[in-house]
């Protein structure tokens, strides 16, 4: 199994429009932005996308860390997009994965050079979208752009007041580790990539795959978890201002893939709920596969009911909770990262 940094958030969204949806030319208005929300039952969920939270991730991660994020590049001949696909240079492209399929039939003109095949990197960040814990009545606001003495453009659009609740995963196993199987997603590089790797220090792990240096694969763990306490971004962020750092973060490494921390967050009567029974079970069941701390940072002023029953089990030293703000969490567990990143 593989070591996995995984976490649960929740974001205060109370009056928000973080992601929306195509102009709806079914209204009479032909001018209504409407949000992304999707239905159970009768019920209406908004949500943001996992493309748009690890956009604002990825963006974070530029201004806030340098990272020099890999250059977009249009094939007019393949009517694609793909990135550098430069994971040594671009430490986005190593932790958001990426893709690059050539056309068919084309080929390296130059003399030695083996002919170009697709590349693919499975993702060693992994997200879910953001998603309302509890059902929504979607709120419609009317707007006008009126500036001096130019005609009023009445147009509409929706906004929400909810918690977004979302999960996400960190593959430490595969952070700086490249393959050349021939497989999708394991297909990273080329053979004439390998020399690269090797320039900066990285080294051969087996027939298929190399590694590069523990320095630069811990950097971009911690930076991926350091971004998260100043993530910033979403949509309407003119009119509908929203903090989107986690008000609430429930954190460990985990020995495998899977998610258990997903079912902490519930719909009690119209409302949403930090389940303490479930946190419990979930540390009890998962306590051989859990290789570190339990790591629980809220925000005071935000589930503020939650501060005693937190207390209490951070003082349950079975259990082993380190419970503080969202800040000193994330600090702590970065400074453990380098106890679950191998040489």
């Known amino acids: 199994m593989s070591k996995n940094l995984i976490g649960l958030v929740l974001i205060d969204a109370p009056h928000s429009a973080l992601n929306n949806d195509k102009i709806d030319e079914s209204d009479p208005n032909e001018n209504f932005v409407r949000i992304k929300s999707f239905r159970k039952g009768k019920q209406v969920y908004p949500y943001v996308s996992g493309q748009a939270w690890r956009n604002w991730w990825r963006v974070t991660l530029g201004n806030e860390f340098g990272w020099v994020l890999s250059p977009i590049t249009w094939s007019e001949k393949s009517k694609t997009a793909f990135t550098a696909v430069s994971p040594v240079e671009y430490d986005d492209d190593d932790i958001f994965g990426y893709m690059k399929a050539p056309k068919k039939g084309s080929k390296k003109k130059e003399e030695g050079k083996e002919d170009e095949k697709t590349v693919t990197r499975i993702s060693p960040l992994k997200c879910s979208p953001l998603i309302a814990v509890n059902s929504q009545q979607l709120t419609d606001d009317w707007g006008v752009m009126a500036r001096q003495n130019g005609y009023p453009v009445i147009y509409q659009h929706q906004f929400y007041s909810c918690i977004l609740k979302g999960i996400f995963s960190l593959d430490l196993d595969a952070v700086g580790v490249l393959w050349s199987t021939e497989r999708t997603g394991y297909k990273n590089i080329s053979k004439n990539y390998i020399s690269i790797i090797e320039q900066v220090g990285g080294r051969q792990l087996n027939e298929s795959s190399w590694i590069l240096p523990r320095e630069v694969r811990l950097r971009r763990a911690r930076q991926v978890l350091e971004a998260l306490p100043v993530i910033s971004g979403g949509a309407k962020l003119t009119s509908h201002l929203t903090d989107v750092t986690p ?38 069941d998962y306590s051989d596969r859990i290789l570190d701390h339990v790591y629980i940072g809220r925000r005071e002023g935000f589930m503020d009911e939650l501060e005693a029953p937190l207390q209490e089990l951070a003082s349950d030293s079975s259990l082993k909770i380190i419970y503080g703000s969202p800040n000193q969490v994330v600090k702590r567990l970065s400074e453990k990262l380098s106890e679950h990143i191998g040489e």
């Not at 009690?268 to 009890?284: C, G, M």
């Open 247 to 284: 008000k609430l973060l429930v954190m460990t490494v985990l020995d495998g893939g899977n998610h258990p921390f997903m079912n902490l967050m519930v719909e009690r009567n119209d409302r949403a709920e930090f389940s303490i029974s479930a946190l419990k079970q979930v540390i009890s």
